[in-house]
Nanobody
Framework: QVQLAESGGGSVQAGDSLRLSCAAS????????MAWFRQSPGKEREFVGA????????YYSDSVKGRFTISGDSAKNTVYLHMSNLKPEDTAIYYC??????????????????WGQGTQVTVSS
């Protein structure tokens, strides 16, 4: 059972950049499809982006496409979410998720079995 731990959240100004990390307790590249979700108070958990199990393909929601990028480091068993040109509406708790059954990606939180504890990102205008 893989364990995930996010880090890198914080409070920034609109237009700033931030990099979130998701460190896994075991090898993830080629074993798990990885995804980032976010959740704001009173809202459902929202798909942000995903990295396919083979790490060759990445996918993004329309709201972050062109601003966010996902990458993976197989040596560190870590997946990153690079966020640029942050907006106040990006404020949320960001979660990473993993699943061995997903080969490409899924936008549904229910498709992912393993989750981290989340890291808060706050963007002020």
């Amino acid at each position: 059972q893989v364990q995930l731990a996010e880090s890198g959240g914080g409070s920034v100004q609109a237009g700033d950049s931030l990099r979130l990390s998701c460190a896994a307790s075991e090898r993830i590249i080629s074993h798990y499809a990885m995804a980032w979700f976010r959740q704001s108070p009173g809202k459902e958990r929202e798909f942000v982006g995903a990295l396919s199990r083979d790490a060759y393909m990445s996918y993004y929601s329309d709201s972050v496409k062109g601003r966010f990028t996902i990458s993976g480091d197989s040596a560190k068993n870590t997946v990153y979410l690079h966020m640029s040109n942050l907006k106040p509406e990006d404020t949320a708790i960001y979660y990473c998720a993993a699943d061995m059954r997903v080969s490409s990606y899924s936008t549904s939180p229910g498709a992912y079995e393993y989750w981290g504890q989340g890291t808060q990102v706050t963007v002020s205008s």
